[in-house]
Each structure stands twice: as C-alpha cells, then as structure tokens.
C-alpha cells in the first residue's frame, strides 16, 4: 500500500479511531513513510520527555556522555556540584560537536577553534575574538535543554515550554514506589539494530497476543497468557501497562536459578510483573527480582537502534554469585528479544508489500490500539 498524497487526512485514520472491538489497526505505509515519520520527530520526540538512559552513565561532577536522539546530538553531564545539565552539542561559534562518547571534563573544548565551555553551559574562553565587534562571551553559552531523572533513569525534553517530568509521568512513580527502582545499578547495557519501524517494536512490547508464537520456548514457559492474563491497569499519566500475575521470575527462563526477590515489595508486586510504556517508547519492565528497559532510538521510518539495560538492586553486586547468576537472566533476555527482533523484521517486511491491507485487533490488543491512537492524537491536525 503506498502513502496517499494526503497522509494526515484523518478519514484515512477513521477505522483506526473505532472501539477495539470494532477497529482496524494502522495503514500499512505509516510504518515506512519519510513524510510520517518526519511529522512524528516533529510533534512527538521534539515535544516530550525523551528516555535516554541511567544515571549510572553520569555518577560524578564532570561525567558527561554525548548523545544522539532523531538527529539531534546534545550533552548530558553533572556540574562540579553534581547536578543534571543537557546542552546542545553545537559549539556557539560555527557549530562542531564539542564532545564525543563520554568520560569526565573539567570543560567541553570545539576541536574545531578551541572554544571552551564550562559544565554550567557557559562560554569561557575563545581565540582571536578580540577584534569582533561587540562580541560578548556572556551571549554565547552552549544552548539548554532540558534534562530531568525519576528513578535512576535520565529524561530530556527538547520543548524549554514542556511540562515537568514528574507532571509527564503521573502515578507511575507512586505505582512503582515499592520497586526502589533508584536503588538499583544498571549492570549491563547491550545494543542491537532493528530493520523495523519504532513503532513496531513498541507495539509488539505492549501486546501478549504473540507470546505463544513468538515466544512459546521462552516466556510463555514461564507466564503464559492463559494464567498470567496481563491485565491493563488504570493509569494517570503519559503511559500505560500491563501487571502479568505468575510464579517466578520472569526475567528467567523456566527453572534457571536466580536472585532472591526485591525486599521491598508490597503487594501483587510480589506476584507478577508490572510493565509499563512511558509514551512514546520506553519499555520498562519490573518483576520480582530485577528491574530491565528497553530504549528506541529512531534512525528512520525504516530503522531503529535498540538498548536494553539490566537493573538488580546494587547489593546484589556484592554476592559472590553475581556474575554466575546474573547471566541466567542475560540468556533470558537476549534470547526473548532476537525473537521480537525477528519477528518485527519480518513484519516490516511484510508490510512493504503493495497488497498489504489494515487487520482488525485481538482482544489480547488493546494497548496497540491505545498507543496508536495516542500516536495519531499528536501526529494529525
């Protein structure tokens, strides 16, 4: 099916927009079209909190790592007093980058002239500027962006107008409390490349209607959606989630040993799994024993870069078992995702083809037909 002349034409959408029970999922083209997904960088990811990683990346006063987010390359870093700053990483002079990767400075220095910056954002130094009229190093400091964290996790937001985070997210901090999420260390991160529209791999993270195709080696041994029913929760905030109740974890394959459960938890957290979305992409998913996300990074309608981090409370570092353990969940975890990996590359695959047609959902849907419609609030007029 190819993208009509008119993309953002709401009738195209007039199916979509039904009760579950009655509507059909997106066009086929808004999963490959470079007219849909520029709107999406647009009038999402340059207006909402943007999940961009753990604190972990930036402990101290000085540590700093260079980002990329749809294009736009900026700075996270903590100031010598250790608190959160984002710059835009665009030297103020003629525009290079003034960091690269990451590490810990007591200033960014432009590769290019040598401008300097200090952590609070601020011109400090130039070479030959003298001789320009009126130039003041006050005027030119690296440009702010917003950056805000909740639970050991780093968000920006490249709207200066935009809501605050704690705002964004609503009851998700109240609901997740017992899981002492700030507690927690990132123990690994592993990246992979998809061959698929972001929104496919979102759509999959949020819908147990595959898991017994999909996964039914892996997680459905474990929580099958027969017992463990992933029921939607009311949610207050830019996000939505599913609770799996089952035995276990489920960040292990059936019968590998794990760590003990997380002291902390109340309630039917200690039963199951809570797995949130934060709009637009930001998978994260809390069971019994550890913590894990998953974070898109867009690189076209067509392509998407994938990060998945590991979190366990940090006194399990301490356990002369860690390395032995936590490698049962590794296994877990890289196994299950190949197997979403697949399964999307072979959905965009399928996709592109000039006979593709809208489906309807399955009941065993409803946050991909939410999700798509919170897509669609934002991206049509």
């Not at 103020?92 to 810990?104: D, E, L, P, Y």
């Not at 996790?153 to 709207?159: E, P, Q, S, Y």
């Not at 849907?365 to 419609?373: A, K, T």
Request: with cysteine; glycine share 6%; proline share 7%.
């Amino acid at each position: 099916m190819q993208t009509p002349s008119d993309p953002f034409d709401p009738r195209h959408f007039d199916d979509v927009r039904k009760p579950l029970d009655q509507a059909s999922t997106m066009p086929p083209w808004v999963y490959s079209s470079d007219e849909f997904y520029r709107r999406e960088v647009d009038r999402i990811f340059m207006k909402v909190w943007n999940f961009m990683g753990h604190v972990d990346q930036v402990p101290h006063p000085g540590d700093y790592v260079a980002l990329e987010f749809v294009g736009v390359p900026f700075i996270i870093c903590r100031n010598m007093t250790g608190e959160l700053r984002a710059y835009a990483n665009s030297c103020r002079h003629r525009g290079s980058k003034v960091a690269i990767g990451s590490g810990n400075v007591k200033e960014f220095m432009c590769p290019y002239h040598g401008w300097c910056y200090g952590l609070d954002g601020q011109l400090t130094a130039t070479v030959d500027m003298d001789r320009t009229a009126g130039f003041c190093k006050e005027d030119y400091g690296l440009t702010p962006i917003k950056v805000d964290s909740w639970g050991g996790f780093l968000f920006v937001n490249f709207d200066p107008d935009c809501e605050s985070l704690a705002d964004y997210l609503g009851d998700l901090p109240d609901n997740l409390a017992s899981h002492r999420l700030a507690d927690m260390a990132n123990v690994r991160t592993v990246e992979w490349e998809l061959n698929h529209n972001w929104k496919l791999f979102v759509e999959n993270a949020k819908e147990s209607y595959h898991i017994a195709v999909v996964h039914r080696e892996t997680i459905n041994q474990v929580a099958p959606v027969t017992s463990a029913d992933y029921t939607v929760s009311d949610t207050a905030g830019q996000y939505c989630t599913t609770f799996a109740t089952h035995e276990g974890s489920m960040a292990l394959l059936k019968d590998d040993p794990g760590f003990p459960p997380i002291e902390s938890l109340e309630g039917r957290y200690r039963q199951g799994t809570y797995a949130p979305m934060i709009y637009p992409m930001t998978y994260l998913a809390c069971t019994i024993d550890t913590a894990w996300f998953l974070q898109l990074f867009p690189m076209g309608p067509k392509k998407t870069r994938l990060v998945h981090g590991a979190c366990f409370p940090r006194d399990r570092r301490d356990r002369p078992d860690f390395e032995a353990r936590a490698a049962n969940y590794y296994k877990r975890w890289d196994r299950t995702i190949l197997e979403d990996i697949e399964a999307g590359d072979h959905q965009q695959a399928g996709i592109a083809s000039p006979f593709a047609q809208p489906g309807r959902f399955c009941f065993r849907e409803p946050l991909v037909h939410q999700i798509d419609n919170w897509i669609l609030d934002r991206v049509l007029d």
